[in-house]
Protein backbone atom coordinates (compact mmCIF):
# COMPACT_ATOMS: atom_id res chain seq x y z
CA UNK A 1 0.00 0.00 0.00
CA UNK A 2 1.40 3.25 -0.95
CA UNK A 3 2.20 5.97 1.89
CA UNK A 4 -0.52 7.98 0.84
CA UNK A 5 -3.30 5.91 0.90
CA UNK A 6 -2.10 4.22 4.64
CA UNK A 7 -2.37 7.96 5.70
CA UNK A 8 -6.06 7.80 3.96
CA UNK A 9 -6.87 4.82 5.44
CA UNK A 10 -5.45 6.16 9.33
CA UNK A 11 -7.83 9.20 9.22
CA UNK A 12 -10.63 7.29 7.98
CA UNK A 13 -10.57 5.25 10.87
CA UNK A 14 -10.21 8.13 13.49
CA UNK A 15 -12.90 10.03 12.18
CA UNK A 16 -15.25 6.61 12.53
CA UNK A 17 -13.66 6.26 15.70
CA UNK A 18 -14.31 9.95 17.17
CA UNK A 19 -18.01 9.77 15.62
CA UNK A 20 -18.84 6.24 17.62
CA UNK A 21 -17.65 7.94 20.40
CA UNK A 22 -20.09 10.48 20.24
CA UNK A 23 -22.76 8.01 19.29
CA UNK A 24 -21.80 6.31 22.32
CA UNK A 25 -22.35 9.41 24.40
CA UNK A 26 -25.30 10.34 22.77
CA UNK A 27 -27.20 7.05 23.83
CA UNK A 28 -25.83 6.87 27.17
CA UNK A 29 -28.27 9.84 27.95
CA UNK A 30 -31.11 8.37 26.64
CA UNK A 31 -33.61 6.71 29.53
CA UNK A 32 -33.53 3.01 27.21
CA UNK A 33 -30.18 2.37 25.95
CA UNK A 34 -31.32 -0.97 24.28
CA UNK A 35 -34.35 0.70 22.07
CA UNK A 36 -32.41 3.85 21.43
CA UNK A 37 -29.92 1.42 19.63
CA UNK A 38 -32.38 0.04 17.54
CA UNK A 39 -32.70 3.60 15.92
CA UNK A 40 -29.42 4.73 15.66
CA UNK A 41 -27.43 5.02 12.85
CA UNK A 42 -24.22 4.11 12.94
CA UNK A 43 -21.15 5.08 10.79
CA UNK A 44 -20.37 3.23 7.57
CA UNK A 45 -17.14 1.64 7.06
CA UNK A 46 -17.00 1.57 2.97
CA UNK A 47 -14.60 -1.60 3.30
CA UNK A 48 -14.89 -4.82 5.60
CA UNK A 49 -11.55 -5.62 6.33
CA UNK A 50 -11.33 -1.51 8.39
CA UNK A 51 -14.08 -2.95 10.84
CA UNK A 52 -11.65 -4.48 13.11
CA UNK A 53 -9.17 -2.09 13.35
CA UNK A 54 -11.72 0.83 13.85
CA UNK A 55 -13.36 -1.24 16.63
CA UNK A 56 -10.47 -2.58 18.22
CA UNK A 57 -9.04 1.45 18.45
CA UNK A 58 -12.47 2.69 19.68
CA UNK A 59 -12.03 0.23 22.83
CA UNK A 60 -8.07 1.67 23.56
CA UNK A 61 -9.25 4.90 23.40
CA UNK A 62 -12.25 4.39 25.14
CA UNK A 63 -12.07 6.40 28.39
CA UNK A 64 -13.05 3.51 31.03
CA UNK A 65 -11.86 6.02 34.08
CA UNK A 66 -15.04 7.91 32.82
CA UNK A 67 -17.38 5.08 32.65
CA UNK A 68 -16.36 2.25 34.68
CA UNK A 69 -18.46 3.19 38.00
CA UNK A 70 -22.01 2.87 34.83
CA UNK A 71 -24.04 0.04 36.59
CA UNK A 72 -24.74 -2.00 33.24
CA UNK A 73 -21.05 -0.83 31.40
CA UNK A 74 -20.58 -4.43 30.18
CA UNK A 75 -24.08 -4.56 28.71
CA UNK A 76 -24.42 -1.69 27.43
CA UNK A 77 -21.33 -1.48 25.31
CA UNK A 78 -21.50 -5.46 24.10
CA UNK A 79 -24.84 -4.27 22.83
CA UNK A 80 -23.17 -1.25 21.30
CA UNK A 81 -20.94 -3.32 19.57
CA UNK A 82 -22.92 -5.87 18.25
CA UNK A 83 -25.45 -3.47 16.74
CA UNK A 84 -22.42 -1.43 15.08
CA UNK A 85 -20.80 -4.52 13.62
CA UNK A 86 -25.04 -6.06 12.71
CA UNK A 87 -25.76 -2.55 10.97
CA UNK A 88 -22.59 -2.76 9.03
CA UNK A 89 -22.44 -5.88 7.72
CA UNK A 90 -26.02 -6.64 6.61
CA UNK A 91 -25.47 -4.04 4.31
CA UNK A 92 -22.37 -5.69 2.61
CA UNK A 93 -22.69 -7.91 -0.11
CA UNK A 94 -19.26 -9.24 0.06
CA UNK A 95 -18.72 -13.01 1.87
CA UNK A 96 -18.24 -13.71 5.10
CA UNK A 97 -16.41 -10.69 6.90
CA UNK A 98 -13.99 -11.83 9.92
CA UNK A 99 -13.79 -9.49 12.62
CA UNK A 100 -11.12 -10.17 15.72
CA UNK A 101 -11.37 -8.11 19.07
CA UNK A 102 -8.66 -7.88 21.55
CA UNK A 103 -10.38 -7.96 24.86
CA UNK A 104 -7.95 -9.38 26.94
CA UNK A 105 -6.52 -6.07 28.39
CA UNK A 106 -10.03 -4.43 28.76
CA UNK A 107 -11.03 -4.03 32.39
CA UNK A 108 -14.55 -5.10 32.19
CA UNK A 109 -15.94 -8.65 30.74
CA UNK A 110 -18.67 -7.64 27.68
CA UNK A 111 -21.90 -9.41 27.65
CA UNK A 112 -24.07 -9.57 24.58
CA UNK A 113 -21.18 -10.05 22.51
CA UNK A 114 -22.67 -10.96 19.13
CA UNK A 115 -26.42 -10.59 19.70
CA UNK A 116 -28.43 -11.73 16.50
CA UNK A 117 -24.92 -12.12 14.80
CA UNK A 118 -25.69 -11.91 11.15
CA UNK A 119 -24.90 -14.47 8.65
CA UNK A 120 -21.89 -13.25 6.87
CA UNK A 121 -20.03 -11.96 10.21
CA UNK A 122 -16.95 -14.60 11.95
CA UNK A 123 -16.57 -12.91 15.28
CA UNK A 124 -13.41 -13.98 17.17
CA UNK A 125 -13.58 -13.10 20.52
CA UNK A 126 -9.85 -13.07 21.99
CA UNK A 127 -9.99 -13.66 25.33
CA UNK A 128 -13.13 -13.96 28.36
CA UNK A 129 -16.57 -13.61 27.32
CA UNK A 130 -19.72 -12.46 29.64
CA UNK A 131 -23.53 -13.54 29.57
CA UNK A 132 -25.64 -13.76 26.75
CA UNK A 133 -22.81 -14.24 23.82
CA UNK A 134 -24.75 -15.00 20.82
CA UNK A 135 -28.27 -14.60 21.77
CA UNK A 136 -30.59 -15.30 19.34
CA UNK A 137 -28.00 -15.39 16.52
CA UNK A 138 -29.02 -15.38 13.21
CA UNK A 139 -25.95 -16.85 11.55
CA UNK A 140 -22.67 -16.68 10.93
CA UNK A 141 -19.57 -18.11 13.63
CA UNK A 142 -18.72 -16.43 16.93
CA UNK A 143 -15.64 -18.04 18.98
CA UNK A 144 -14.68 -17.36 22.09
CA UNK A 145 -11.19 -18.19 22.85
CA UNK A 146 -11.28 -17.81 26.58
CA UNK A 147 -14.54 -18.71 29.13
CA UNK A 148 -17.49 -18.07 28.62
CA UNK A 149 -20.33 -16.67 30.96
CA UNK A 150 -24.12 -18.22 31.39
CA UNK A 151 -26.51 -18.44 28.52
CA UNK A 152 -24.40 -18.57 25.84
CA UNK A 153 -26.61 -19.21 22.04
CA UNK A 154 -30.23 -17.89 23.97
CA UNK A 155 -32.92 -18.23 20.61
CA UNK A 156 -30.07 -18.62 18.82
CA UNK A 157 -31.39 -19.61 15.09
CA UNK A 158 -28.54 -20.73 12.88
CA UNK A 159 -24.65 -19.80 12.74
CA UNK A 160 -22.11 -21.74 14.64
CA UNK A 161 -20.94 -20.73 18.29
CA UNK A 162 -17.06 -22.28 19.52
CA UNK A 163 -16.02 -21.91 23.06
CA UNK A 164 -12.29 -22.80 23.81
CA UNK A 165 -12.45 -22.84 27.43
CA UNK A 166 -15.26 -23.26 29.74
CA UNK A 167 -19.05 -22.39 29.78
CA UNK A 168 -21.48 -21.17 32.25
CA UNK A 169 -25.09 -22.37 33.06
CA UNK A 170 -27.72 -22.75 30.69
CA UNK A 171 -25.87 -22.68 27.68
CA UNK A 172 -28.55 -23.32 24.03
CA UNK A 173 -31.41 -22.13 26.40
CA UNK A 174 -34.33 -22.47 23.82
CA UNK A 175 -32.35 -22.37 21.22
CA UNK A 176 -33.71 -22.66 17.82
CA UNK A 177 -31.12 -23.38 15.48
CA UNK A 178 -27.08 -23.47 14.94
CA UNK A 179 -24.65 -25.32 16.70
CA UNK A 180 -22.27 -24.45 20.23
CA UNK A 181 -19.22 -26.55 20.36
CA UNK A 182 -17.74 -25.94 24.42
CA UNK A 183 -14.18 -27.84 24.34
CA UNK A 184 -14.24 -26.78 28.06
CA UNK A 185 -16.63 -27.85 30.77
CA UNK A 186 -19.75 -26.52 31.25
CA UNK A 187 -22.31 -25.60 33.91
CA UNK A 188 -25.77 -26.82 34.40
CA UNK A 189 -28.89 -26.19 32.18
CA UNK A 190 -27.26 -26.78 29.30
CA UNK A 191 -29.79 -27.12 26.12
CA UNK A 192 -32.97 -26.18 28.71
CA UNK A 193 -36.11 -26.36 26.50
CA UNK A 194 -34.12 -26.17 23.21
CA UNK A 195 -36.47 -26.29 19.70
CA UNK A 196 -33.67 -27.57 17.18
CA UNK A 197 -29.86 -27.48 16.61
CA UNK A 198 -26.97 -29.04 18.27
CA UNK A 199 -24.51 -28.64 21.18
CA UNK A 200 -21.56 -30.46 21.72
CA UNK A 201 -19.83 -30.69 25.16
CA UNK A 202 -16.34 -31.87 25.44
CA UNK A 203 -15.52 -31.24 28.79
CA UNK A 204 -17.38 -32.02 32.00
CA UNK A 205 -21.11 -31.08 32.53
CA UNK A 206 -23.54 -30.33 35.57
CA UNK A 207 -26.59 -30.94 36.16
CA UNK A 208 -29.89 -30.90 34.18
CA UNK A 209 -28.75 -31.53 30.73
CA UNK A 210 -30.79 -31.33 28.12
CA UNK A 211 -34.03 -30.34 30.27
CA UNK A 212 -37.43 -30.33 28.58
CA UNK A 213 -35.77 -30.81 25.33
CA UNK A 214 -38.12 -30.54 22.19
CA UNK A 215 -36.13 -33.04 20.31
CA UNK A 216 -36.80 -34.27 16.93
CA UNK A 217 -35.12 -37.39 16.49
CA UNK A 218 -33.77 -40.00 19.09
CA UNK A 219 -29.69 -39.47 19.67
CA UNK A 220 -27.63 -41.77 21.58
CA UNK A 221 -25.13 -40.12 24.35
CA UNK A 222 -22.24 -40.91 26.32
CA UNK A 223 -24.94 -40.04 29.88
CA UNK A 224 -28.00 -38.99 27.87
CA UNK A 225 -30.35 -40.04 25.46
CA UNK A 226 -33.47 -37.42 23.73
CA UNK A 227 -36.13 -39.02 22.59
CA UNK A 228 -38.40 -38.45 19.17
CA UNK A 229 -41.53 -36.08 20.01
CA UNK A 230 -44.58 -35.71 17.67
CA UNK A 231 -43.07 -32.19 16.48
CA UNK A 232 -40.11 -33.59 14.46
CA UNK A 233 -37.69 -31.56 14.95
CA UNK A 234 -33.59 -31.99 14.80
CA UNK A 235 -32.30 -31.39 18.35
CA UNK A 236 -29.00 -33.22 19.35
CA UNK A 237 -26.78 -32.81 22.54
CA UNK A 238 -23.95 -34.67 22.19
CA UNK A 239 -21.71 -35.36 24.71
CA UNK A 240 -18.10 -36.59 23.44
Known amino acids: MEEKEKIEESEMIKKIVEELKKIWAGNIR????????????????????LLERVLNRFLKEFDW???KRREYLETELGLFISAFLEKNISSQENKDIEVRLKVKEIPIVFKFLG???????????DGNCGLYAGKEMVGGKIIIKG?????????????MIIIKGN??????????????????????????????????????CGHHIGEKMRGGESVSYTHLR??????????????E
Open 65 to 67: KKF
Open 167 to 204: CGDCAGWIMQGGKIIIKGNCGNFIGWNMRNGKIIIKGR
Open 115 to 125: YQNPKKLHLII
Open 147 to 159: NCGDSVGQKMRGG
Open 30 to 49: KKSFTFSLSETTFPKVLSPS
Open 226 to 239: AHETSLHLVCRLLL
